[in-house]
């Protein structure tokens, strides 16, 4: 029997695991793990915060997954050792003949010092979304900045639509005019790409919310509130930031790293450990200065890679699937109307990324997009 060890279900491990436990047949066991009881995408989380759906409608729950042959086992896994081939877990170990590790990047509000302190608004994570909705909605004059606080991090157009949306919010409410916005940025432009930057930018600007570029927050003055940077200080009244992301603790004491991400191989994400592979938000893939951004839809794709390498060294497939980092994002531009990123890093001669839209279409495929996964991967949606 051969096993096959999956680490992390959100989109890279159950995009794996659907592919394999489709191909492989008797004498493969595989086995997915995580720490959590249900999935949801991650704008989703938007959602709640903005109180259109509530976190159970959002949520799948592992106990409906509908994967053939996968065994799912909720576990935190504290150890991976791809010397000895063993991942420990607080429900065992488990050897394995291929791993996936495919745990996501995790976020790190202490490394901004003060932020916790500030009140440590987010809505990157699910909880995070639930408290900041009434505190945006009590928010009523003065100073809103939200703030990026380090990169890489997940969904690069998410805190730009989070603004459109909030920006909106606040007119709806009828306080807008007592309210200045601010988006504070680390980066010279929103995303590396022009076209991409110049339609983000416009946006914000049509709705009068300030952009601050270059400016890498090293703390936050909770008690005057003021955000820190090496040259200045920004005031604010109320603060959100996207918080610092980093490896999971465990990889990050793994020898799968040396410092930060896992690097795997770009043309079928392997490590330099055979049969060792890594996709989705925990892996660091270059794209000339910069790196394929974090998004389901690249976890995704390195997913099928992965599923079709092991396939192609079972002897079960003569080719591997080329992985091109090849997705599609969709973005609110407020009022409804909704965006969409195309983006091919790594399938021609060099990286397509293209920004259409806005249009009516788009807002059936933004839900086709979270339903069609719920319902490959989940029994009930
Ligand atoms: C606000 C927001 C909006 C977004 N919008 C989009 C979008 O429109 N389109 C898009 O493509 N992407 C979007 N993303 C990004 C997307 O959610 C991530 O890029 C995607 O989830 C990455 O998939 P992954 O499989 O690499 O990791 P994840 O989906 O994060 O999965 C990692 C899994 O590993 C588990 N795990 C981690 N550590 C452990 C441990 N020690 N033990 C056990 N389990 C563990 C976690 O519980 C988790 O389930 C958005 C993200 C955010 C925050």
Request: charged share 25%.
């Amino acid at each position: 029997m051969k096993r096959v060890l999956i680490l992390g279900a959100g989109f890279g491990g159950l995009e794996t695991a659907t592919g394999l436990g489709a191909a492989l047949g008797d004498g493969y066991e595989i086995t997915l793990v995580d720490k959590r009881d249900a999935f949801y995408v991650g704008f989703a989380k938007i959602d709640v915060m903005f109180g259109h759906r509530s976190e159970e409608a959002v949520s799948s729950r592992y106990t409906e997954l509908a994967l053939e042959r996968v065994r799912f086992v909720k576990a935190e896994i504290t150890a991976i050792d791809p010397d000895a081939r063993r991942v420990e877990t607080s429900a065992g170990a488990f050897d394995y003949d291929y791993l996936v590790v495919a745990l996501g990047a995790d976020l790190n509000p202490g490394a901004t010092p003060g932020f916790p302190e500030s009140g440590g608004h987010e809505f990157y994570s699910m909880a995070g979304a639930v408290r900041l909705g009434p505190v945006m909605e009590s928010f009523s004059e003065g100073t809103f900045v939200l703030a990026i606080l380090g990169a890489p991090y997940k969904c690069p157009p998410a805190p730009y639509e989070v603004a459109y949306q909030i920006h909106d919010r606040f007119v709806a409410r009828g306080v807008r005019d007592r309210i200045t916005m601010k988006m504070v940025i680390p980066g010279p432009r929103p995303v590396p790409n022009p076209a991409v930057a110049t339609a983000l930018e416009q946006l914000l600007q049509e709705r009068n919310i300030e952009l601050v570029t270059k400016a890498s927050v090293s703390s936050v003055d909770a008690a005057n509130k003021k955000l820190v940077l090496a040259d200045r200080s920004i005031d604010y009244d109320l603060l959100v930031g996207v918080p610092v992301h980093g490896p999971p603790a465990v990889v990050r004491a793994s020898k799968l790293v040396d410092k930060g991400y896992i690097e795997p191989s770009t043309i079928n994400l392997e490590t330099k450990y055979p049969g060792v592979y890594a996709v989705g938000d925990v892996t660091k893939l270059p794209v000339g200065d910069a790196a394929v951004p974090k998004a389901g839809a690249f976890a995704e794709d390195a997913a099928r890679t992965v599923v079709s390498d092991i396939l192609v060294k079972e002897g079960l497939r003569d080719a591997l699937v080329k992985f091109e980092a090849r997705g599609t994002c969709y973005f609110e531009l407020g009022s409804g109307a909704v965006g969409k990123v195309n983006a091919n890093y790594y399938g021609g001669d060099k990286p397509v990324m293209t920004l259409d839209g806005p249009s009516d279409e788009y807002i059936a495929q933004k839900k086709d997009f979270e339903s069609s996964r719920r319902g490959r991967w989940f029994k009930t949606q």
